[in-house]
């Protein structure tokens, strides 16, 4: 069994998630597009960064992640890899992907790995998706499962609102949990749950649960990077602690830049050749 001060030094793996779990040592994830950003994350120390489908709305500017592509996520995947040495890095499988069959949502898997370099890929959805996971973690390749709000189905759900506030959904959210870590997942996202059951959930699996929106008492988070930097200041839920305003820091620069190009102060003898 690995110490607390080996875990932070050495690559991560699902198994040293696992581990992280059991030893109750919480699990910091984000997201990352690019190589210069995954580099950065990952010398600060986070453990997981996913590439997340997010991108449609942090980078493409787009409303949802519903028209993300296979060629888009495995573009981005591999820019982030090449920035990566100790953080685990997942890909998120985008929409239409991974549901057809399991035959496809396999080959989609295996390009994700193969081409982009990610180490695990990330899924959306229960019972529905677990035929896809078995048949992925069968060939070797880890899969993380995602509960609760799955922005995918935006259009079925109408609203990004906190899921699983009722009973019946609840139930059905936890029962889809256990069905995922039966089929091999080896961690789950909840995102934008009410705390108390994704602590339940957390409880109650031998993976880690990490929570976007799903409270304190579950084995890690992740948020987005752009939304915890003030990068992208378009909404901000109630879940997003902004630690920087780096918006702000760019909207000053960039001013300055522009007065100072108009202003013939930039460049100066010592910036040129
Ligand atoms: O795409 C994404 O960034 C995600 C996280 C919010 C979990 O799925």
Do not use: W
């Not at 936890?174 to 069905?179: C, E, H, S, T």
């Not at 990077?225 to 702000?248: N, Q």
């Not at 108009?262 to 460049?267: G, N, V």
């Amino acid at each position: 069994m690995s110490t607390h001060s080996d875990i932070r030094e050495k690559k991560v793996t699902t198994q040293r998630l696992r581990e992280m779990k059991a030893m109750g040592e919480k699990i910091a994830c984000l997201t990352a597009y690019d190589c210069t950003m995954a580099g950065l994350i990952d010398a600060a120390g986070v453990d997981v960064i996913l590439v997340g489908d997010s991108v449609a709305t942090v980078v493409q500017g787009l409303d949802t992640t519903v028209t993300v592509t296979l060629e888009h996520m495995l573009y981005h995947a591999g820019l982030v890899r090449r920035g990566v040495e100790r953080a685990l890095v997942v890909g998120d499988l985008p929409f239409m992907s991974y549901q057809v069959n399991a035959d496809e949502a396999l080959r989609n898997a295996g390009r994700m790995v193969k081409e982009a370099g990610v180490e695990a890929v990330k899924l959306e959805g229960g019972e529905v998706v677990c035929e896809a996971v078995r048949r992925m973690v069968r060939v070797g390749i880890p899969v993380m499962g995602h509960l609760g709000l799955t922005p995918q189905s935006i259009h079925s759900f109408g609203t990004y609102k906190v899921r699983a506030r009722e009973a019946e959904e609840a139930e059905a959210l936890k029962r889809d949990a256990l069905l995922l870590e039966e089929a091999g997942a080896f961690a789950i996202v909840l995102e934008k749950v009410p705390s108390e059951l994704a602590q339940e959930v957390a409880e109650s699996l031998q993976v880690p649960v990490i929570g976007i929106g799903a409270g304190p008492h579950v084995d890690g988070q992740i948020l987005v990077s752009h939304d915890m930097l003030g990068l992208y200041t378009r909404f901000h839920p109630r879940f997003v602690r902004r630690y920087a305003t780096i918006a702000d820091d760019m909207r000053e620069a960039f001013g300055r830049y522009a007065k100072d190009v108009r202003a013939e102060a930039f460049p100066t003898a010592d910036e040129s050749y």
